[in-house]
């Protein structure tokens, strides 16, 4: 095995301007593959966020605070639906603490608000996006309803551009993964070419087909370890550098930073499928051009 691998080193040496360009083919498929990844996964946080967020919000009369008999009728009510997940009933004393937090830096808008002019109101949430309407309607037919937020559009966007940007980036990924493979194999068949003398000696010393073979593909699978861990330290210092920015955007979302152990295993999936896709690839060309 130190041999293979000794022999795969000194190939790679040989032909440093084919090694380099093979690496920089590779990248871009991992730099695509890495950024997805956090993309699918960042969306797939943003998209529970607001599952998880009341999805309807009723407002009542404003400075009224509803007795608890009807606060739990309403909920048994919504109960009997079978599609709630979570309910909140937010008194006006609420509505004014809440507008408070979220106002402390303007005095003025502080001193014309109290409670007596913000409505009470109640926030469901459903255990499926379907089960919304079902809510909306129990809500609609309550007594001193004033106003209904509904929110179910929000979250079929969402969900199909989450659907759209994995369709496309594995799209993306696929089309890259192939262009390198038949780079890649392109590059091994070069050096198939200018080791023909050297093989067929081999051969007639009595190597077998493997082991000529082998020193190839852990070339190739070299050139896809090397070119998955650069890309994603590439991914890595640009989610870096953009974690302040992107914070200030996704306010309510705990979405950043990343994790060090969810880097680690991207990391850990990316050189493992760059090895893959390189030994795939030498793999290939050794059949086609050795014909063994």
Same mark, same amino acid.
Do not use: C
């Given at each position: $095995?130190?041999?293979?691998?000794?022999?795969?080193?000194?190939?790679?040496?040989?032909?440093?301007?084919?090694?380099?360009?093979?690496? $920089?083919?590779?990248?871009?498929?991992?730099?695509?593959?890495?950024?997805? +990844?956090?993309?699918?996964?960042?969306?797939?946080?943003?998209?529970?966020?607001?599952?998880?967020?009341?999805?309807?919000?009723?407002? =009542?009369?404003?400075?009224?605070? !509803?007795?608890?008999?009807?606060? /739990?009728?309403?909920?048994?009510?919504?109960?009997?639906?079978?599609?709630?997940? *979570?309910?909140?009933?937010?008194?006006?004393? &609420?509505?004014?603490?809440?507008?408070?937090?979220?106002?402390?830096? *303007?005095?003025?808008? !502080? &001193?014309?608000?109290?409670?007596?002019?913000?409505?009470?109101?109640?926030?469901?949430?459903?255990?499926?996006?379907?089960?919304?309407?079902?809510?909306?309607?129990?809500?609609?037919?309550?007594?001193?309803?004033?106003?209904?937020?509904?929110? &179910? *559009?929000?979250?079929?966007? @969402?969900?199909?551009?989450?659907?759209?940007?994995?369709?496309?980036?594995? %799209?993306?990924?696929?089309?890259?993964?192939?262009?390198?493979?038949?780079?890649?194999?392109?590059?091994?068949? @070069?050096?198939?070419?200018?080791?023909?003398?050297?093989?067929?000696?081999?051969?007639?010393?009595?190597?077998?087909?493997?082991?000529?073979?082998?020193?190839?593909?852990?070339?190739? $699978? =070299?050139?896809?370890?090397?070119?998955?861990?650069?890309?994603?330290?590439?991914?890595?210092?640009?989610?870096?550098?953009?974690?302040?920015? @992107? %914070?200030?955007?996704?306010?309510?979302?705990?979405?950043?930073?990343?994790?060090? +152990?969810? $880097?680690?295993?991207?990391?850990?999936?990316?050189?493992?499928?760059?090895?893959?896709?390189?030994?795939?690839?030498?793999?290939? /060309?050794?059949?086609?051009?050795?014909?063994?």
């Amino acid at each position: $095995m130190n041999k293979r691998i000794t022999s795969s080193w000194q190939q790679i040496r040989r032909t440093p301007y084919q090694a380099i360009a093979a690496i $920089m083919v590779l990248m871009l498929t991992f730099i695509a593959s890495t950024a997805l +990844t956090l993309i699918s996964l960042g969306s797939v946080k943003i998209l529970q966020h607001f599952e998880n967020a009341p999805q309807v919000i009723a407002f =009542f009369a404003s400075g009224i605070d !509803l007795e608890e008999s009807e606060i /739990a009728e309403i909920k048994n009510q919504l109960n009997q639906t079978g599609k709630l997940a *979570d309910f909140k009933y937010v008194s006006t004393h &609420e509505a004014e603490a809440i507008y408070r937090e979220k106002n402390q830096d *303007d005095p003025l808008l !502080l &001193e014309l608000v109290n409670y007596k002019i913000l409505p009470p109101s109640i926030e469901v949430s459903a255990k499926t996006i379907d089960g919304l309407n079902n809510l909306k309607v129990v809500l609609e037919r309550q007594p001193g309803i004033t106003d209904i937020a509904f929110y &179910e *559009d929000i979250i079929e966007s @969402l969900s199909r551009w989450v659907r759209n940007i994995r369709i496309f980036g594995l %799209s993306l990924i696929a089309y890259l993964a192939l262009q390198s493979i038949l780079v890649i194999g392109v590059v091994t068949s @070069l050096k198939i070419l200018h080791r023909k003398p050297e093989i067929e000696i081999m051969r007639l010393l009595g190597a077998s087909n493997w082991f000529i073979r082998w020193p190839f593909v852990f070339e190739g $699978m =070299f050139y896809g370890a090397i070119s998955a861990f650069i890309a994603w330290g590439i991914v890595y210092l640009a989610l870096l550098y953009a974690t302040p920015f @992107l %914070s200030l955007w996704l306010t309510e979302v705990a979405l950043l930073p990343v994790p060090v +152990t969810v $880097m680690a295993g991207i990391l850990a999936a990316q050189l493992i499928f760059g090895a893959l896709v390189g030994g795939l690839a030498t793999l290939l /060309a050794t059949r086609r051009f050795l014909k063994v």
